[in-house]
C-alpha cells in the first residue's frame, strides 16, 4: 500500500484540500487526517474529491499512528500557533515514525526562515521550533520554500497598495526580488514532491519574482495608473519598530495574524530571498505569472 499512499493533515484548510486534490490528480491514494470537530462540509468536499477520510477525536500520537500507517508520505497542512506547528505536528511526526513512514513534509510552506534571526517573525520562530524536533528524528523531512502567497498582492499591504496606489521598499531594496507562489502552484508541488522518494531536505519554488520597481511598472499597465514608489525608511528601523509594537500588544500572542506579525512578513519578504528555485524539479508543472495575481 505504500507505494502510493498519502496522508494529509489538515486537509480541510484552504492549502491542504488543494494538496489533496493535486495528489488525486497524480494518482496517489490520500488518506485526510480530520477531526471530529472538523466542518462537515469540508470533509464532505474531500469525499467528493475520491480522499479517505480518517477521523480522531483527540490529535494525539496514539490516534495518528494507525492513520499513518502504510503512508509514502505524510504531508502536514496544519495552521496556527504553537499549538498546531509545534504541539501537534509533534504528534504527527511521532505517529510517522511510529508507524514507519519514510517521509515528511511539515507545514513549513513560508519564505526560507533559516535566514531570518529569532526574533524577528514570531510565526517563523514557531517553524523553527518544529524544525529542530524533524532534525532530531529519523525521518526523512522535505520544507517547502514557497515565499508568499501571491494572492497577498490583492490585499492592500503596504508593498503593493491599490487603495493609496503606491509600491513600498526599504532601505536600498527597490530592485530586490520578493518570491510569490499561489496555493495552486504550491499545491502541485508539494504533491509532486510527497511522491518523489529522493526529495531533498529543502525545496525553494516562486510562481514568479518580482521587485517593487516592477510593481510599479506593473501597476501602470494593469492598475491603469502608475504607482508612487515609496522609500518607508531603513530595514534596522522596521525591525525596531516591530518590536516596540509586539511588546505592547501581548494579547497579540494569541492572534495568528495581529498588525506586528504582519508588519513581521512584509519585514521577512525584505530579508531573505531564494538564491535559486527548484521549480524545474518536476517537469509536467506550468507555473502562475504575475499578471494573473494583481
Given at each position: 500500500?505504500?507505494?502510493?499512499?498519502?496522508?494529509?493533515?489538515?486537509?480541510?484548510?484552504?492549502?491542504?484540500?488543494?494538496?489533496?486534490k493535486e495528489l488525486i490528480k497524480?494518482?496517489?491514494?490520500?488518506?485526510?487526517?480530520?477531526?471530529?470537530?472538523?466542518?462537515?462540509?469540508?470533509?464532505?468536499?474531500?469525499?467528493?474529491?475520491?480522499?479517505?477520510?480518517?477521523?480522531?477525536?483527540?490529535?494525539?500520537?496514539?490516534?495518528?499512528?494507525?492513520?499513518?500507517q502504510g503512508a509514502l508520505c505524510?504531508?502536514?497542512?496544519?495552521?496556527?500557533?504553537?499549538?498546531?506547528?509545534?504541539?501537534?505536528?509533534?504528534?504527527?511526526?511521532?505517529?510517522?515514525?511510529?508507524?514507519?513512514?519514510?517521509?515528511?513534509?511539515?507545514?513549513?510552506?513560508?519564505?526560507?526562515?533559516?535566514?531570518?534571526?529569532?526574533?524577528?517573525?514570531?510565526?517563523?520562530?514557531?517553524?523553527?521550533?518544529?524544525?529542530?524536533?524533524?532534525?532530531?528524528?529519523?525521518?526523512?523531512?522535505?520544507?517547502?520554500?514557497?515565499?508568499?502567497?501571491?494572492?497577498?498582492?490583492?490585499?492592500?499591504?503596504?508593498?503593493?497598495?491599490?487603495?493609496?496606489?503606491?509600491?513600498?521598499?526599504?532601505?536600498?531594496?527597490?530592485?530586490?526580488?520578493?518570491?510569490?507562489?499561489?496555493?495552486?502552484?504550491?499545491?502541485?508541488?508539494?504533491?509532486?514532491?510527497?511522491?518523489?522518494?529522493?526529495?531533498?531536505?529543502?525545496?525553494?519554488?516562486?510562481?514568479?519574482?518580482?521587485?517593487?520597481?516592477?510593481?510599479?511598472?506593473?501597476?501602470?499597465?494593469?492598475?491603469?495608473?502608475?504607482?508612487?514608489?515609496?522609500?518607508?525608511?531603513?530595514?534596522?528601523?522596521?525591525?525596531?519598530?516591530?518590536?516596540?509594537?509586539?511588546?505592547?500588544?501581548?494579547?497579540?500572542?494569541?492572534?495568528?495574524?495581529?498588525?506586528?506579525?504582519?508588519?513581521?512578513?512584509?519585514?521577512?519578504?525584505?530579508?531573505?530571498?531564494?538564491?535559486?528555485?527548484?521549480?524545474?524539479?518536476?517537469?509536467?508543472?506550468?507555473?502562475?505569472?504575475?499578471?494573473?495575481?494583481?
Amino acid at each position: 500500500m505504500m507505494e502510493n499512499t498519502i496522508v494529509v493533515a489538515g486537509a480541510t484548510g484552504n492549502l491542504g484540500e488543494r494538496i489533496c486534490k493535486e495528489l488525486i490528480k497524480r494518482g496517489a491514494h490520500v488518506k485526510a487526517i480530520v477531526r471530529s470537530s472538523s466542518d462537515p462540509q469540508k470533509v464532505e468536499n474531500l469525499k467528493k474529491l475520491g480522499v479517505e477520510i480518517v477521523t480522531v477525536n483527540q490529535f494525539t500520537t496514539e490516534e495518528l499512528t494507525p492513520a499513518c500507517q502504510g503512508a509514502l508520505c505524510v504531508v502536514s497542512a496544519v495552521t496556527g500557533l504553537i499549538d498546531a506547528i509545534v504541539d501537534a505536528q509533534l504528534q504527527l511526526l511521532n505517529a510517522a515514525v511510529a508507524a514507519g513512514v519514510p517521509h515528511f513534509i511539515p507545514s513549513d510552506f513560508s519564505s526560507d526562515f533559516t535566514n531570518i534571526p529569532k526574533g524577528e517573525n514570531r510565526n517563523f520562530d514557531l517553524r523553527k521550533e518544529f524544525q529542530a524536533h524533524i532534525d532530531d528524528s529519523p525521518i526523512k523531512a522535505t520544507s517547502i520554500f514557497n515565499g508568499c502567497f501571491a494572492d497577498i498582492l490583492r490585499y492592500n499591504t503596504p508593498l503593493f497598495n491599490v487603495k493609496d496606489q503606491t509600491v513600498a521598499y526599504y532601505d536600498d531594496k527597490a530592485d530586490w526580488e520578493i518570491d510569490f507562489t499561489t496555493m495552486d502552484d504550491t499545491a502541485a508541488f508539494t504533491a509532486a514532491a510527497a511522491l518523489d522518494v529522493t526529495a531533498p531536505r529543502f525545496l525553494k519554488i516562486a510562481s514568479f519574482r518580482v521587485s517593487p520597481k516592477d510593481l510599479v511598472m506593473l501597476s501602470e499597465k494593469y492598475k491603469g495608473k502608475k504607482f508612487e514608489l515609496v522609500n518607508m525608511g531603513s530595514m534596522e528601523g522596521f525591525s525596531a519598530y516591530n518590536k516596540i509594537q509586539r511588546a505592547q500588544d501581548p494579547a497579540g500572542e494569541n492572534q495568528l495574524y495581529p498588525k506586528w506579525q504582519q508588519a513581521q512578513y512584509m519585514y521577512s519578504m525584505f530579508l531573505a530571498h531564494h538564491a535559486t528555485l527548484d521549480n524545474n524539479r518536476y517537469a509536467d508543472l506550468q507555473w502562475s505569472k504575475v499578471e494573473e495575481n494583481i
